[in-house]
């Protein structure tokens, strides 16, 4: 999934007075962002740490650039793509287009969700989820980010029910997930993962169903 296009616009005029960040040296590095491949912006130290657009969207590079060397796994490029969506959200100013806010908080949440589920540690998976859950109340307030924060809590409660778990409960909790799941229009990259988490909604829901025939 992608987070951020690949040439984000850039501010190409700002006046800097005195010291601090943004900088001449953070504005070169996010041009050159623009242009440079995935693990070469993973890799890089940002040193960019105000709120400004300028510093968030250097973190936005990093966080989606890391994000998609996760996906062919690795701890390494998950822990990156968490720091850096998480550094994305505390510097995008209040002021700043609501698409950068987007991709900020969508991408710290499904960040999380990667994390949570390739966590083996029991404590440290909940940690990311209780963050995940405190996150989205503000990506469902940003224009847009609605239906990620329906398919990220609906995706929060199948994963809350147990493999083999045939209870009424599990039920209730398994329809309640397909009625909360974003109908259509969807964003392009949310549309197919909709798709897929309704289909394991409705093959779990049938499996116990076939057990008890109490699932329908």
Known sequence: MRYLARALPLLLVIILTGCGHPDTSDLNQLQAFQTADDQTIAKATIACDAVDAACARLYLYQGAACARLGERGGAPMRACALRAFRQAVALTPSSAPDKDRLDATRGLANALKVAHDNEMDTAQAQRDSTELAALLPKLQAIPGGAPY?????????????????????????LRGAARDLPGQPLPPELAPRVASLRSIIVSRMSSIDNRTGSCK
């Open 149 to 173: 924060a329906a398919y990220y809590r609906a995706d929060a409660a199948v994963n809350g029910v147990p493999t083999g778990d045939t209870s009424s409960t599990a039920c209730d909790t």
